[in-house]
Nanobody
Framework: QVQLVESGGGLVQAGGSLRLSCAAS????????MGWFRQAPGKEREFVAA????????YYADSVKGRFTISRDGAKNTVYLQMNSLKPEDTAAYYC?????????????????WGQGTQVTVSS
């Protein structure tokens, strides 16, 4: 059973930074692509960032490119999302997800396992 547990969310002022973490259970963490998605109240879930199994390939939504960085640590079975220059429109619940292939991707339906989410609130 794969479990993904996010942490690191909170309340921050605009322009501030947060680092989200996603700890994954299981021995196959390093074999699969990982991603971050977010969902704001009343809006659909949207892609934020993704990373391949090796970490060599990353993808970002245009809205976060240049401000967010996704990374992974195989020794810790953890994927991170460093968020800088946060804006009020970044306010959302952020979800970590795991694919069943090695590549990175931005389509939510390609992710099989999901965490419970962590709330990020950016005040203006």
């Amino acid at each position: 059973q794969v479990q993904l547990v996010e942490s690191g969310g909170g309340l921050v002022q605009a322009g501030g930074s947060l680092r989200l973490s996603c700890a994954a259970s299981g021995r196959t963490f390093s074999s699969y692509g990982m991603g971050w998605f977010r969902q704001a109240p009343g809006k659909e879930r949207e892609f934020v960032a993704a990373i391949s199994a090796s970490g060599a390939s990353t993808y970002y939504a245009d809205s976060v490119k240049g401000r967010f960085t996704i990374s992974r640590d195989g020794a810790k079975n953890t994927v991170y999302l460093q968020m800088n220059s946060l804006k009020p429109e970044d306010t959302a619940a952020y979800y970590c997800a795991k694919r069943t292939v090695r590549t990175a991707g931005w389509v939510a339906d390609d992710y099989r396992y999901w965490g419970q989410g962590t709330q990020v609130t950016v005040s203006s």
